[in-house]
């Protein structure tokens, strides 16, 4: 397989790196994508460093095998908890979800009061404070919204649970009049409507996994290793959610019909077949 054939690889704790896939398909239209979800393994919120990132090791090495060209580590707990560590150990460019994140804070300019919600790893880790810290004099109001993560999947977008829910996750955010939120977790732009309403019209709502593929996009550009062939995404997991028909619609909107193939794949080792 040629330079610029060669696939984009994601991964992420489970299925909800999807929401940034449907990102990068849309910002890079052209490129195959190997779309790996450790559904077995999920969550990776709740464990600790060592196991987080011998996971995201686990789950890179299993992408380097489609001979992949960058990686994009879509789980935020990844992200903040392993991707320092991880990168250095690896000869080929591995996107998170911090510095795109910072990158579009830093964009907005005249942002002052920033809001950041995401798993309870990603929070205690206080990767968004520190790399923001060191770019802007920022006040960051950081809160885990566990809770948001099985209402994405279960499709409760506007059911009253999820508002109350959302009320009360956010209230600390609304008290201290933040302009503006990073959604730190795969699973909250599902419920970005939600988010909205409860935080009113003016508060920004930022998605990492946009600038994310902006951020690729940018290195393939540099590197001429932008496809020019029809795009799709083909997804592997390590074990199969129930309703997950259901779910994948959800996660990956419109771009449903992109999908081509979706395959289990004994944690890894090769395929089944």
């Not at 011998?54 to 903040?80: G, M, P, Q």
């Not at 920033?114 to 923001?132: Q, R």
């Amino acid at each position: 397989m040629g330079n610029l054939e060669r696939p984009i690889g994601i991964f992420d704790s489970g299925i909800g790196g999807l929401t940034v896939a449907r990102h990068i398909m849309e910002v890079l239209p052209d490129e195959k994508i190997i779309y790996f979800g450790d559904t077995a393994r999920v969550p990776y919120g709740n464990k600790s460093r060592e196991t987080i990132e011998r996971f995201a090791r686990e789950d890179i090495e299993f992408l380097l095998r489609f001979d992949v060209k960058a990686i994009v580590a879509a789980c935020f707990t990844v992200s903040s908890n392993a991707l320092e560590n991880i990168r250095e150990d690896y000869n080929i460019p591995i996107i998170g979800m911090i510095e795109p994140g910072v990158r579009e804070v830093l964009q907005r300019g005249d942002i002052k009061r920033v809001g950041v919600i995401g798993t309870t790893a990603t929070i205690e880790s206080k990767a968004y404070e520190n790399a923001l810290k060191r770019k802007i004099d920022v006040e960051i109001y950081a809160y885990s919204c566990p809770l948001f993560v099985p209402l994405a999947e279960e499709g409760w977008i506007e059911h009253p649970a999820t508002y109350m829910i959302a009320e009360e996750y956010l209230r600390p955010l609304k008290e201290n009049r933040v302009e503006a939120i990073i959604l730190g977790c795969t699973h909250y732009p599902i419920l970005k409507g939600v988010i909205q309403k409860v935080m009113g019209e003016d508060v920004l709502l930022l998605e990492p996994g946009l600038h994310a593929g902006m951020i690729l996009r940018e290195y393939l550009e540099e590197k001429d290793l932008l496809s020019s062939n029809n795009g799709g995404i083909e997804i592997y997991l390590s074990d199969t959610p129930r309703k997950f028909n259901e779910i994948i619609e959800r996660f990956l909107g419109g771009m449903r019909d992109r999908v081509l193939g979706i395959e289990k794949v004994r944690p890894f080792q090769s395929p089944c077949r």
